[in-house]
């Protein structure tokens, strides 16, 4: 086990970022089409070929999914995903032509200092193309992939991953670009709001600050200040994909996201606010051939959550500051750990 | 500030209950009505009247809202408010005649012990209307309105209230009653999950456990054992309503439903499982004039949250058990505290 989402079987992750542009691209690929749906919990998602992934709707199945930087730009990078999937002979079979099924999800970066002059053709496709040609087991965290110019409203955000077992066996992982309008620590500490559920210091184990600061309930926003406060409510949102081994259902899919996303509310204050994506994929790999009873689906909808929690942490542990006006130091600089 | 949901002006709360039936409701009077929504996280939710309350739906206030026990025979009991508010000359206005509108939710108390064997009629449309009778700004918490019959895994559940004060003056607060398919608890400890979000002692002081128990992760459900081991999966369900003095729009008490959510991820594990309701009723009475901010509206529903999370832990902390074999122990018996 290496603690990231790729240690559920039946997957690889792959990343792509472009340092001067400060943005980039990290794509679930999926071995097999995998059982797949959608829970979205802020008030601004972005998202591509997401409508199908609702119980009720046809095409149940998914070839990959993708986070991307880019704010709607960035939902070029699921066609480039796309592309090199069909070179591969994958994809919704629909008489002699495939289509690969790729919904994906962007976050808000265009404000954080990079170079966005592209010109006529956004680099987002290309991203998305070189994410899943790099896709393996092993991936980066921090500032990396589509983490990797995300902010959250005190720190420099990024890319993090998390996976843990069930009691019965089961393998559940999360994988999430944290651009929160908020904060993953509390106040002013080096403290995580995530602590009560950190595994192995996985985050750095400080556990949380005792006494708890008396300004915890306070709302900590982006926009309030730095260089950014001239930048509307809409540069945020936190996005994640959530996988099991387990093989689920359609409408199972649809319940493993909506628990699984209790982690956003754990790790993150304010969670799904209006000016947040705030959204969870979940996929089922169906590579453990045991039928999870519905015992067993809770604990995976719950250990799932855990590990988003535990990976939105992980994500701001990991990230290192861009050198760029826009960035927000990182944990490590604003704490001298 | 009493820390009940009545700190917020332009409402008052009513509960009823049968001891013997070992059930009860509870409502929200609305003095004016009010706009509201609602957030379902949960898989297993029993609802009267909620279709109304999305973004789109032509009548956007209520004039009361409910929590019951009961099942779905619960869903009675929002007629027999209706009664009260109609005597009252309440009720959304079609010609000369006056609807008024109480949506309302229901918990699953039927095998906690008390006598069901109601006859032909269900106690509840009555006990609406004497809880409705019974409103003012004071209420009973623990083993009262719709939490008299409610458990959760471990202990007797309840009906539990906070509320609090944004930074700009706004008053919000929440109503809940707690009967989950899990825990408050962290695993065999009195902490609860709330403990962060803890103000003034008022579930104890505890703090969390330190160490954290190393079994904290495990899943635990009512299920599991005890006296209603031979129970469907469904004996559950998290009930809630959230408040605010603002003045909010229809889309914006919607919002402020799924950010107020957010609480019973904190106070609760699992939240948002399979046979849980795990639901949420938002309601704005706009009695503070001054129309809030886009950043305001953000704390007020993130401070709902909290105020959910802690209610959700009082409502445990407050509850004494049932004389019955169906009823858990409460916090007290349980930790000898």
Redesign the interface.
Known sequence: MNNLITDVAGLSVGQAEDPALASGVSVVLFDEPAIASIAI?G?APGLRDSALLEPGMAVEAVDALVLSGGSAYGLDAMGGVQALLRERGRGFKVGAMRVPIVPGAILFDLLNGGDKNWGLRPPYWDLGLAAARNAGADFALGTAGAGFGAMTANLKGGIGSAS?E??GGYRVGALVAVNA?GQAT?GETAHF?AA??E?DAEFGGL??P?P?PAD????R?K??AGASAHAP?TENTTIAVVASDARLSRPQAK?FA??A??????AL???????DGDLVFAAATAKNPRPPS??E???I???A??CLCRAIARAIHAARALPFTGSRPDWHQAFGR
Chains 1, 2 share one sequence.
């Open positions: 919990g008030g843990a069930t009691a309008v509390i709001w009560p559920f595994r556990g949380l005792s708890l915890r309930f306070g709302l926003l926009s309030d409510p319940r909506l628990q996303q209790t982690g956003m509310a754990q204050r304010p969670a799904h606010a209006e000016p519905d015992r689906r809770i604990e909808g719950l250990i959550g855990d």
